[in-house]
């Protein structure tokens, strides 16, 4: 079990790059922010996989939860600013 | 521009229930700092994203009358106090600065316990300096804010001028 988490978690890190390609190359603003919220929910899951690999899940629960809390606020407060610089 | 209100009901809807629940989890972070990964800085910090939230979406004004910058900089100072008082404390009872067990005659408790209710009082005042200097940050960053839509009146400039320079 622990060998398909570690599998599924690498394969997680890869998928990570992918939305980095889309947040540095991406044509549109909408593409960027999309693609950062994508990678603070896959960097979420990552971090309580990591947390079941290291038998210790309800301490990197807390900190994924933060994590969660702080991508909203950064999705939200780019948002905010590029509409109203009216670039949407 | 960001010191307005944000004009959607998906994002105040959702703000207006989350901030409760981000709240309560700060002081989760906070109390639970000695078992977990977190701490009175972790959690004043999050305290502060509640606030945040609720500027970004409720706009400038709406986040001052919650908050004042001239009470957002007597709780930072309140903060440095409690953090300070609590160690001199300590030192005025003869131990060395922060040395919680000098607490326990006051407190009536064990030696242990006297120890973490005088981490959890540091920790205490951390957080609440931590909250109020990271707003005022923010709330400073924002209103030196010089971009087009200036149609805020001029006279909030100098209303919050003077509360900064009364927070000081």
Known sequence: MKAFFLGVDIFLCLMVFLCLYRVVFGPTLGDRIVATGAIGTKTLTILVIIGFLYGRVEMFLDISLAYALLNFIGTLAAAKYFEAKGEF | MLRS??????????????????????????AHGHYSPGGGFQGGVILAASLVLIFLVYGYEN??????????????????????????????????????????PIFQVSLPRARSLGILGIETGVALAVMAAMYSIIMD????????????????????????????
Do not use: W
């Open chain 2, 5 to 30: 209100r944000y004009q959607d009901i998906i994002a105040q809807t959702i703000v207006r229930i989350m901030v409760p629940f981000v709240q309560i989890y700060a002081l989760y972070v906070l």
């Open chain 2, 63 to 104: 986040a001052l009358e919650r908050l004042k910058l001239a009470t957002a900089g007597r709780l930072c100072s309140l903060g440095v106090l409690i953090y300070a008082g609590i160690g001199f404390l300590c030192l005025l009872l003869g131990g060395n600065f922060l040395d919680y067990s000098r607490l326990a």
């Open chain 2, 141 to 168: 960053i924002v209103n030196s804010d010089t971009g087009n839509g200036e149609s805020h009146a001029a006279g909030h400039e100098i209303e919050n001028g003077e509360t900064s320079s009364d927070g000081k």
